[in-house]
């Protein structure tokens, strides 16, 4: 929905048609694959070319976050996509292919103030697709609270400080993420949660079928070995913890 002005000219064929011009966007709103919400005050210009769509000076909102957006889509043979997202605390930059079926990622980079994360792997484009990618590098916690989306809206309770090295991997539906398969493991030098400092912490998350378990095999608090292990069972509407501590 919204406001698109069109200026453009086509050539040829309809099997094989050319074109070339520019449509401006003026608070548009559009829907994508599998995303919970639109994008919403879409302004900017696209021009396109020949086997080319470019994406320049795009601003809009997701998620009631403002992004600023710059892509360039290749339209011969499968569309090959390069873009970089921008948003208040940090930039995502995405190189990849759309299927009939997936989004293929090739190299994702999420940079924040202290974090760099790389990306790679499928995203499914419709709700029953499964996807599968894995996350790694580095992570600062005080970062985490601050992606955009509201992706991790209740870490700031846990006033986690300190920084870790990522390894994942998801396999599952993204509509149901609860039922996925995910398998995590992080390590840090020095972390402190709710300003009780640890040392040397090695954690290793694992998910499968609504049962998650995240496992701390080592860590050092108050000069002491320490190992624990949190289970939760998620149900419709409600979730069971069990917690133990050594």
Not at 227 to 233: A, D, I, P
Request: glycine share 8%; proline share 4%; net charge negative.
């Amino acid at each position: 929905g919204g406001l698109a002005v069109l200026d453009v000219d086509l050539h040829g064929p309809l099997h094989a048609i050319s074109y070339a011009g520019q449509i401006h966007l003026k608070d548009a709103h559009v829907r994508w694959g599998t995303l919970p919400h639109r994008f919403d005050h879409l302004t900017g210009l696209l021009v396109l070319r020949d086997q080319r769509i470019e994406a320049r000076d795009i601003s809009c909102s997701f998620h009631e976050e403002p992004l600023t957006l710059a892509a360039t889509v290749t339209t011969h043979g499968p569309p090959e996509v390069s873009a970089t997202l921008g948003f208040p605390r940090g930039q995502l930059d995405v190189a990849g292919r759309v299927t009939d079926e997936d989004l293929v990622i090739d190299e994702t980079t999420v940079s924040l103030n202290q974090s760099r994360m790389r990306l790679r792997g499928t995203l499914g484009r419709t709700a029953e697709r499964v996807s599968a990618f894995q996350l790694t590098g580095t992570m600062d916690f005080a970062d985490a609270s601050q992606l955009p989306f509201g992706l991790f809206p209740r870490l700031e309770a846990w006033k986690l400080a300190g920084g870790a090295t990522v390894d994942a991997t998801f396999e599952g539906r993204l509509s149901d993420w609860r039922a996925a398969k995910l398998r995590a493991r992080l390590q840090a030098e020095h972390v402190s949660v709710r300003d009780v400092p640890a040392k040397q912490l090695v954690c290793e998350i694992n998910q499968q079928d609504h049962d998650l378990r995240v496992r701390v095999p080592s860590a050092l608090i108050a000069d002491g070995r320490f190992q624990g292990e949190l289970v939760v069972e998620h149900r419709p509407q409600t979730a069971e913890y069990l917690l133990q501590g050594d």
